[in-house]
């Protein structure tokens, strides 16, 4: 059953432009969903909506079943994270993690066991009478989601908190931030526009693009199924490859033939059209090394290798038509060296040329 139910969501600025236009969205409860995709897709419009930060333009928000659309944000029994911290400097972080109890007007027992079953949660109980000035970016960040999770909200919003960190503290507080949901088991909205968060974290992705969802599901359902190029893109790195052909017949199974590449396709998984333009997607870590006479073999050279520790990048070409895929640094070939590659059957890609959209058929 929903516990957040977005209907017909519009948001419409002042100057006429639209960042959201009919938008539908059901969030579970407990569910822990991950808005993700470009700047400027709306993502963060739509969070501050559910939050009551940003007017609806038109369009209803149910949370628990309750109309919310004209609730004030201290009414819809949310808490939200934010990008910046938000701290008050002249507080200490005891008293930056209570604030908001105490505006509850919570007695001082009930108030200083929350603050600090919170604090034990996220390891800052050592800090309680340092000020934010006096903690690194990681340490605020904590501080910044235990006062949220004080308030044992029905809702928690996150608005890519882990963006102004580096990349060990944002891993190091991404696993926190799992840990914590499993913990807590509250309801979850979280926005990011970098893909490894989403698919750690989520239990269902949302990707949007241009104020529409392009595509959503389960972390696996978008990275093996994806319903667009753009999905395919966007989801993954190394980053998919992209290789445009044209779809021939030979006897009872259809070819994909393009610049430097000939490669039959199975015909169970796609549904294929005889002259047909079509672009293929495999991604870098399903391109596997072969010997010249291995059935699948496309040969092409060597343009440029990345050590990447315990894999290497190599990058390719076939035609006019650039590609890499990754192979164990000790099976690595040289810089120029002509190889032959073989595209993993079972984990192929096929969109139509001009509308991006997948040709996978869909069984059940």
Do not use: W
């Not at 569910?31 to 501050?48: A, H, Y």
Request: hydrophobic share 40%; with cysteine.
């Amino acid at each position: 059953m929903e516990f957040i139910h977005i209907k017909d969501f519009r948001k419409i600025y002042d100057d006429n432009v639209a960042v959201l236009n009919n938008f539908n969205l059901d969030v579970r409860e407990n569910e822990f969903v991950v808005l993700l995709g470009p700047s400027g897709c709306g993502k963060s419009t739509l969070l501050r909506m559910i939050a009551g930060l940003e007017n609806i333009t038109a369009g209803d928000l149910y949370i628990a079943g309750k109309r919310v659309n004209d609730a004030r944000p201290r009414e819809r029994n949310i808490a939200m994270v934010f990008q910046n911290y938000a701290l008050y400097p002249h507080m200490n972080v005891y008293d930056n993690i209570a604030f908001g109890l105490r505006r509850m007007k919570m007695s001082e027992g009930e108030m200083q066991r929350r603050v600090e079953d919170a604090s034990g949660l996220l390891g800052i109980s050592e800090f309680h009478r340092k000020r934010p000035d006096q903690l690194s970016g990681g340490q605020q960040q904590r501080v910044a989601i235990a006062r949220a999770i004080v308030k044992t909200p029905q809702v928690f919003l996150f608005d890519e908190p882990l963006s102004n960190l580096d990349a060990k503290l944002r891993n190091s507080l991404r696993g926190e931030i799992k840990k914590l949901h499993i913990k807590l088991n509250t309801t979850t909205i979280y926005v990011t526009h970098d893909q490894l968060e989403a698919m750690t974290l989520a239990d269902r992705i949302v990707l949007m693009r241009n104020g529409k969802i392009e595509q959503a599901g389960t972390p696996d359902e978008i990275y093996n199924k994806p319903e667009s190029m753009f999905t395919a893109g966007f989801i993954g790195t190394p980053q998919i490859n992209f290789f445009p052909v044209e779809i021939q017949g030979e006897g009872n199974r259809p070819v994909a033939v393009g610049d430097g590449l000939r490669m039959p396709l199975p015909p169970e998984s796609f549904n294929l059209n005889i002259g047909q333009k079509v672009v293929i997607g495999i991604r870098p870590s399903h391109i596997e090394m072969v010997g010249r006479n291995d059935g699948g073999a496309v040969a092409t050279r060597v343009d440029m290798l990345e050590n990447m520790g315990e894999e290497t990048l190599v990058s390719f070409t076939l035609g006019s038509t650039p590609g890499v895929f990754l192979v164990l640094s000790d099976r690595a070939p040289n810089r120029s060296e002509e190889i032959f590659i073989r595209f993993m059957p079972n984990k192929l890609h096929v969109f139509v040329h001009d509308s991006s959209v997948s040709l996978r058929r869909k069984i059940g």
